[in-house]
């Protein structure tokens, strides 16, 4: 019941709306994208180079004779998981581990919150291009690369709100009815500082679909013959004055993806609590 | 049933301190009493009288900061809690000893359905899911007078009233049958007849089950309403104790006698100013060398400036800390004559 509540604030919201419309739409494209696009991504026609859009080839081709809007939709796949990666491994690391510095305190939290501080004290971009350097080069572990450097913000969050949560009257109440410091993270503490996370993880979402294609266009994401956004923009940049095409439409890709996530965020953010003044 | 025979728990020398850059401050400096099976003690005191800390020390769970004398023994059923090492404790907490708070609007989380948090100390002592304590947590709803149980189980705290959830709060301390309830300021976040109601099912509970409750509070509307005995605390010391009749008919201690007196009367209100006791409660870092009250107390002599009074009996099971406690009393003969 008070889902709904959220969902008709969301629905009232409307470019958080559309934005969520889109996110589904994008990921149900990248779910099925193999069976939806009109040619194979990867085939080659040498007779066909750098068209223009036109009624065959809707984003026209690129230097191979590949068409242009098989490989977009196909980079999408890469996108979605990207995003997907990027937020379960903080999720599923970072918030445990900054519930439990916020909640136990002393020296646990000391180490913990002094690790994320070294972490954070690196650029994103060149800690991700660091830990892909170090695993090898492939999407899945640019993936990675950027879980890790998502997982710190997450720890911070989820340790402030912590620190709240803990002094309620009812952690205390917990407490005194003989629950364990286990018991009342997981059952008193998480539920109630799930909504900032869940918000958090709406921006992150769109932030990873970023810096995943910066590392696939500095070569350190996904190698082809996968296709992402970012190794596409990067082959064609080279190009950019041959067949401006080529660079357009991945490009806006990225952007309405990055945009739809930020949206989507701001929306939920104020349909969760709507207290708070839109920015 | 009553009767103090058989302690049901006993604190002796309780001494608690915090080391502060300052100074030491002892929150609570030795204090010695016990409740026995079924009774109903009333602790009394304002503000930063030591009456949470005490209760806190009894469960286990003031801040590490506290730090406790060697000799300090919290006695319950035997076992001194203060030496216990934490697995045990947790087994005693919400089973034997439970605790229900001031506010009941934040006690429970917000988050979680009612019957879900009435069951959780179950669960956690007898290890049963909560489809198996559902049917006692439909019988302890009807024990605290919540109407139509059954349905009331997957209500929300923001559903119901103030009064609701203090009833909700008493429930939950109830859960495990638990031999001893400390009830901290369970009314004053409430409106007065609703703390009336709230009262009335503490009392009823109490009859059914036999539990000793020690109730904390400044309200002696509450201790006059509950309480078989009374002990008043001032600045971290007990400095009366005796059963609920002769206290307030008889006060021994200048502190208690002040306290009685600033109580609103109906009759006469709008002829005189409220009583006040003067001055203010001393700094816990500067207490005075003598009796803690002898800054405020109007029969305070050279005596009560230098050396503390100790606890003492002074009647049929009364004690208090006063150097003028025959002066008092021949006041009060004064008054009656």
């Known amino acids: 019941m008070q889902f709904r509540l959220m969902f008709q604030r969301l629905f009232n919201e409307k470019l958080a709306f559309v934005s969520m419309i889109f996110l589904l739409l994008l990921l149900f494209l990248s779910l099925f994208a193999s069976w939806i696009v009109p040619f194979d991504p990867n085939k080659q026609d040498l007779t066909k180079v750098m068209l223009p859009p036109d009624g065959t080839y809707w984003f026209g081709t690129d230097e191979l004779g590949r068409d242009v809007f098989s490989r977009v939709l196909m980079g999408a796949q890469a996108a979605i998981q990207a995003g997907v990666v990027a937020i379960l491994i903080p999720l599923f690391v970072g918030v445990p581990l900054g519930i439990i510095s916020g909640y136990l305190g002393g020296i646990i939290d000391d180490i913990f919150m002094r690790i994320v501080d070294a972490i954070l004290s690196f650029p994103a971009i060149l800690l991700a291009l660091g830990i892909t350097g170090a695993l090898g080069v492939s999407l899945w572990n640019a993936m990675i690369a950027i879980g890790i450097i998502f997982t710190p913000q997450f720890a911070r969050l989820a340790r402030g709100q912590t620190l709240q949560v803990r002094r309620e009257p009812y952690v205390e109440a917990a407490k005194i009815s003989g629950a364990g410091p286990l018991w009342i993270m997981m059952k008193h503490i998480l539920p109630n500082i799930l909504s900032p996370i869940i918000v958090q993880a709406s921006f992150s979402f769109s932030l990873a679909i970023l810096v995943e294609a910066s590392l696939s266009f500095l070569g350190m994401g996904a190698q082809s013959p996968q296709v992402s956004w970012g190794g596409m923009l990067h082959q064609a940049y080279s190009m950019i004055f041959v067949n401006p095409y080529m660079m357009l439409f991945p490009g806006l890709a990225i952007l309405i993806s990055v945009l739809a996530g930020n949206f989507f965020g701001d929306g939920l953010r104020v349909a969760i609590d709507p207290k708070m003044k839109r920015s | 049933m009553r009767g103090p025979n058989e302690p049901v728990l006993e604190v002796k020398n309780l001494c608690s301190y915090i080391p502060t850059s300052r100074g030491v401050i002892k929150p609570v400096n030795n204090i010695s009493f016990s409740i026995g099976a079924g009774e109903i003690v009333a602790l ?294």
């Open chain 2, 44 to 337: 009394v005191g304002e503000s930063g009288s030591g009456k949470s800390v005490t209760a806190l020390s009894i469960m286990g769970l003031n801040s590490p900061s506290i730090k406790y004398e060697k000799d300090s023994v919290i006695s319950f059923k035997g076992e001194n809690l203060l030496k216990m090492k934490k697995r045990q404790m947790k087994k005693i907490r919400g089973n034997e000893i439970s605790m229900i708070f001031q506010d009941p609007m934040s006690s429970l989380n917000p988050l979680h359905p009612i019957g879900k948090q009435i069951a959780e100390p179950i669960q956690l002592h007898q290890g049963v899911s909560y489809q198996k304590a559902k049917e006692i947590v439909v019988n302890l709803l009807a024990k605290v007078g919540i109407p139509d149980p059954e349905n009331r189980l997957n209500d929300y705290p923001h559903q119901l009233s103030g009064g609701m959830r203090q009833r909700i709060m008493i429930a939950m301390a109830l859960a495990c049958n638990p031999s001893l309830l400390i009830a901290d300021e369970p009314t004053t976040a409430l409106d007065v007849t609703i703390q009336a109601q709230i009262l009335n099912v503490m009392r009823d509970l109490q009859k059914d089950t036999g539990i000793s409750i020690l109730i904390i509070t400044h309200d002696l509307g509450v201790v006059a309403e509950m309480a078989d005995r009374v002990l008043v605390m001032y600045c971290g010391e007990i400095v009366e104790e005796g059963d609920v009749y002769s206290l307030f008919k008889n006060p021994q201690h200048p502190y208690t006698k002040g306290l009685l007196a600033s109580v609103p009367k109906l009759r006469g209100a709008s002829e005189k100013l409220l009583h006040t006791i003067p001055g203010a409660v001393p700094n816990p870092l500067e207490l005075p060398k003598g009796c803690n009250f002898s800054g405020r107390c109007s029969y305070a002599t050279e005596k009560c400036l230098t050396e503390a009074p100790n606890l003492v009996e002074t009647g049929k099971d009364r004690r208090a800390a006063c150097w003028h406690i025959v002066d008092l009393q021949t006041e009060e003969v004064t008054v009656h004559a």
